[in-house]
């Protein structure tokens, strides 16, 4: 049986492309945090200096930081909430009921807890060491078959490790907030998870029906909220299950919205732009000041001793034109 989430995959993926693209970008640039003028000498801008803001190096470094930070509080927040709701949810555990083990032998299943509860609640939760949780109000409800379907439902995310890449998936959506497609993998993530955990129950038990009357009891009644826990998928795809296992060839697919493809391409575009644009970064120390200089590929960086001597005090100056007589000193070409 397929087990692949491609929605976890492409997230992966794309995370990992967008943080090599951030740093290139600020290798690129790393320059300007500690010049004070850029030079234009291109074919299209130049006998141009511009006055570096002393704002711009601190808003580029205040950026990155605000991202790593919030991606690396995420994650450790997420972790905290976890441990926090499992230690105060074990207080209430019992001992497994002889059906209950009966059930958990015949599908090979040692990863469970019972928690004495009446509301109808099942999950696989935990990071590092994932546990199936169930209560005693859904052992009570469901018949033997029923409450087997639901723990084979449990048994696929113990297997896959469904947990930490609802925890991936949250940090880097927290990460990049800035790309609305993250988010939305996120929450396919889930979905896909939850599709092929139903698969696999079914698979078991070459039947539907089990599953499928346990989610209309579990649907029916008070459902409990998740939302502190960011990797337990909550009762939000409980319909669309039901719907899936009455007509299992209809195919869940992954709809990204369009605002969300126009920001990924945006992002892409300029980035990829700005790292392929024609220019030789030069930066050179003087007494006074230093600059950054950038030079088209077809053309050669002045020396421009006379716009050294001083800061511009407006944003834009003219300066001389670009000539070939020079000699450019510690370079780092880019």
């Not at 992966?12 to 030079?39: C, G």
């Not at 511009?50 to 994650?75: C, K």
């Not at 059906?99 to 807890?113: F, G, Q």
Request: net charge positive.
């Amino acid at each position: 049986m397929k087990r692949a989430n491609y929605s976890f995959i492409c997230l992966t993926f794309t995370a990992l492309t967008v943080s090599s693209i951030v740093t290139a970008l600020l290798y690129k640039a790393f320059p300007l945090l500690t010049s004070k003028a850029l030079y234009f000498c291109q074919k299209y801008i130049s006998t141009v200096m511009f006055e570096v803001p002393r704002s711009l190096p601190n808003a580029l470094i205040l950026a990155i930081g605000v991202v790593l930070v919030i991606g690396i509080a995420s994650f450790l927040l997420q972790l905290i909430k976890t441990r926090v709701f499992l230690r105060k949810l074990l207080i209430n555990r019992v001992d497994l009921s002889s059906n209950l083990v009966r059930v958990l032998e015949n599908i090979n299943l040692k990863k469970a807890v019972l928690i004495k509860d009446k509301n109808l609640v099942s999950f696989c939760c935990g990071t590092f060491s994932p546990v199936i949780v169930i209560t005693t109000g859904l052992v009570g409800s469901l018949t033997t078959k029923e409450l087997e379907a639901v723990l084979l439902h449990e048994q696929a995310h113990l297997l896959s490790r469904d947990p930490f890449k609802v925890l991936i998936g949250k940090t880097f959506s927290s990460m990049f907030f800035f790309l609305p497609i993250f988010r939305e993998l996120h929450k396919n993530i889930e979905a896909a998870n939850e599709m092929l955990a139903d698969q696999w129950a079914v698979s078991r038990q070459q039947n539907s029906a089990f599953l499928r009357g346990a989610l209309k009891k579990i649907l029916a009644a008070p459902q409990l909220d998740f939302v502190a826990v960011s990797n337990i998928s909550g009762s939000d795809y409980f319909e669309i299950r039901i719907h899936r296992l009455v007509n299992p060839g209809k195919k869940h697919e992954f709809k990204p919205s369009l605002a969300s493809l126009a920001t990924t391409f945006l992002f892409f575009f300029v980035s990829l732009f700005l790292l392929r644009t024609p220019v030789r970064a030069f930066h050179t120390d003087s007494m006074s000041n230093s600059s950054y200089f950038l030079c088209s590929t077809d053309q050669v960086c002045p020396s421009l001793e006379k716009s050294l001597a001083y800061i511009p005090s407006h944003p834009f100056l003219p300066e001389e034109g670009c000539n070939d007589n020079v000699t450019i000193s510690n370079p780092m070409a880019k």
